[in-house]
């Protein structure tokens, strides 16, 4: 027994402790600290892996035209994925102005009354409903909207986004919301100001850096899904900028070419598939700066 | 012994008084507050039991007592902030000039735009000093000239204006926790309310910044009615006409134990219990 034992508030642990003890802590500390940066690399290099690759492969085919220009049919060279370039952002665009609105309402009331019934129900039916695999969004927009108008469209494509950015955009605006000091709210309300008020002029623009995140954040998934398209866009050789119509799409092109038996074609899978990777990570990185930006800009620190 | 010590404290107390004159309350001042009977419950438990208070009119009425034994709660049922809290549930009333702000009838948000309320932690909206100030009268449509004036009003009343009339399209988070603190009273008597309740509004803030809020509170006393609850009894000394004293029962619940004119309770207390903790023998 040692005298740290018998009178621990006269001597510091840092002096009991023997060296063995003190050896074996270094020891300890070392393999941790080697396993979790072994685990981080491996977590990256997956990530630099697909970028550098398809980066490789991908810039080789990439020029101007490729932005520009309509798709040339097998063997003609040239062309471009601009119907594909513009079917995404069309697509996408509906399905922002479709889920944005209702989500961050959705989310304003989970927020507000998360114990009543429809605050509770919101946050289950949004967790249920981030977790069904999107080929279903697609079915069921081909069944509700493609089937009764015999046609695919646009429009049912930009219908299957917005239920897979649903769930994405409410959960990350109700997250920031509840970010939101209570003590502004509260400041708001002491002043006479209603609920609805509140949320509009002081937790929604105290907490617009993370819903802009999310919103950006869902775009980046929403845009590189393919599986619903198959129901819904369908695809087209055409610029479409009627949202009535079938469109491409960036997803959609990507994998009609790469699954094609054409060389040239599958060249243009990988440059396309760079385009949309670029797009997503873009977005990624724009919500990020976004979010530094506005929280340096703010100094939100209660 | 202890009673030498102890009547030496209340000197202390005393001399705190004589250095600033408490408001003088006379009997006809009229009631603007009634608090009768009141309990607060926070599901179960029983926070604030059998409360009744008058508050009269343009004067600042204390609450003291120790930590945890239901000031803020007992404050926040004055401008009904506790039905924020889900499963609260009052019982009691409490009136604003004779009406009972729990009536059924009546519409919250109108209740606080007459009854303020400044908080602990200093609240800015991340928003300009002006925008700040702005909020309130925004609400009720004032804007324009109008809206600059009651703007640089208001500043100047919570003595402010002189430090930010040159930036006040800066973000009110810039300021200092003393700044900060006064421009929410700004934004709070921007809106003219009629009682205007601070919770423990100098905790955060330093000496200095301290003492200008309980200037602040001596100027406003006479135009506004003004509840403020604080743990600094010299505060409380200086700056109020009344005082109750808060203590908790055994099953925790907030009773007010003694309520009267604050030269009273600091030098002559009819309670056991409120010279104890006076003289600083408990809590
Ligand atoms: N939101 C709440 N939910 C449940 N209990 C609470 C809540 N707020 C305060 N209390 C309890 O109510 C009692 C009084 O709290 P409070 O009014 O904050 O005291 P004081 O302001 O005098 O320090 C305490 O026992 C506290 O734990
Ligand atoms: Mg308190």
Not at chain 1, 5 to 23: E, I, V
Not at chain 1, 129 to 155: C, D, E, K, N, W
Not at chain 1, 269 to 294: D, E, H, M, Q, S
Request: aromatic residues 8%.
């Amino acid at each position: 027994m040692n005298q740290t034992q018998n009178h621990p508030r006269t001597s510091a642990p840092l002096l009991g402790m023997s060296k063995a003890h003190f050896a074996r802590r270094k020891i300890t500390n070392i393999v941790m600290l080697s396993l979790t940066g072994a685990a981080t690399v491996l977590a990256i290099i997956p990530l630099l892996w697909i970028t550098l690759y398809v980066t490789i492969q991908g810039s080789r085919f990439l020029n101007i035209e490729f932005f520009t220009q309509l798709p040339t049919p097998v063997g003609v060279p040239g062309g471009g994925i601009v119907n594909a370039i513009v079917g995404t952002g069309l697509v996408v665009g509906v399905a922002c102005v479709i889920a944005i609105p209702v989500a961050i309402i959705g989310a304003f009331f989970a927020a507000d009354y998360p114990n009543t019934p429809l605050g509770l129900a919101i946050r289950f039916g949004t967790d249920v409903l981030s977790g069904i695999p999107s080929i279903v969004m697609g079915i069921f927009a081909y069944t509700i909207i493609v089937l009764p108008q015999r046609r695919f469209s646009a429009f049912a494509a930009g219908v299957a986004l917005a239920i897979i950015m649903l769930p994405l955009v409410l959960r990350t605006t109700e997250e920031m919301l509840k970010l939101v000091p209570r003590g502004l709210r509260e400041g708001s309300l002491a002043l006479g100001a209603s609920n609805w008020k509140t949320s509009v002029q002081v937790l929604l623009p105290a907490a617009l850096n993370g819903v802009v995140t999310g919103i950006m954040l869902a775009i980046a998934r929403a845009a590189g899904e393919a599986a619903p398209m198959l129901f819904t866009a369908f695809g087209s050789t055409g610029l479409v900028t009627d949202l009535n119509e079938s469109t491409a799409t960036l997803p959609h092109t990507i994998y009609i070419y790469a699954m094609s038996p054409f060389k040239d074609w599958q060249e243009k899978a990988w440059a396309a598939a760079l385009v949309l990777i670029a797009l997503v990570l873009g977005l990624n990185i724009l919500a990020r700066a976004l979010t530094w930006w506005r929280a340096r800009q703010m100094g939100l620190n209660y | 012994m202890l009673e030498t010590t102890q009547s030496e404290r209340l000197g202390i107390f005393t001399r705190a008084l004589s250095g600033n004159t408490p408001q003088e309350t006379s009997a006809d001042t009229k009631t603007k507050m009634r608090v009768q009977n009141l309990d607060f419950y926070y599901g179960n438990f029983r926070a604030i039991a059998g409360v009744t208070m008058d508050i009269p009119e343009k004067s600042i009425t204390a609450i003291i007592g120790s930590s945890g034994c239901g000031k803020s709660t007992l404050l926040r049922t004055f401008n009904r902030m506790g039905d924020l809290v889900g499963h609260t549930r009052v019982r009691g009333s409490v009136t604003l000039d004779g009406e009972n702000i729990y009536d059924r009838n009546v519409d919250v948000v109108l209740v606080r735009r007459r009854i303020g309320m400044v908080f602990q932690r200093p609240n800015p909206f991340p928003k300009s000093i002006f925008d700040n100030v702005a909020y309130g009268p925004r609400l009720l449509g004032v804007g324009g000239k109008a809206l600059e004036q009651i703007v640089e009003q208001s500043l100047r009343d919570a003595a402010l204006w002189d430090e930010v009339k040159d930036k006040l399209h800066q973000s009110g988070l810039a300021l200092s926790g003393g700044q900060q603190q006064r421009l929410c009273v700004a934004r709070t008597i921007a809106v003219k309310p009629e009682v205007i309740l601070m919770d423990e509004p100098c905790s955060a803030l330093d000496p200095i910044a301290t003492y200008k809020i309980e200037e602040l509170m001596i100027q406003l006393r006479n135009e506004y009615t003004i509840v403020i609850v604080t743990h600094n009894m010299q505060q409380a000394a200086r700056v109020s006409g009344l005082t109750a004293f808060m203590n908790m029962n055994p099953d925790r619940a907030g009773v007010l134990v003694e309520f009267g004119p604050t030269t009273q309770i600091f030098t002559n207390p009819a309670k056991k219990e409120t010279e104890d903790y006076i003289t600083g023998r408990f809590g």
